[in-house]
């Protein structure tokens, strides 16, 4: 629960300081952003 928050709060924070008006560019970086997340969690925190 923790880490889906921590992403969120990487999602929203990069959004609001840096791609506010960028419509397309926004969501190019929040898919990249959740993909990030998604490969880590399933290298690094997904159990056996």
């Not at 999602?11 to 490969?39: K, Q, S």
């Amino acid at each position: 629960m923790l880490y889906v928050l921590a992403m969120v709060a990487v999602v929203v924070g990069l959004d609001v300081l840096f791609f506010r008006h960028l419509f397309w560019e926004r969501l190019i970086v929040n898919v990249g952003i959740v993909l990030v997340f998604a490969g880590f969690y399933l290298r690094f925190l997904k159990r056996p």
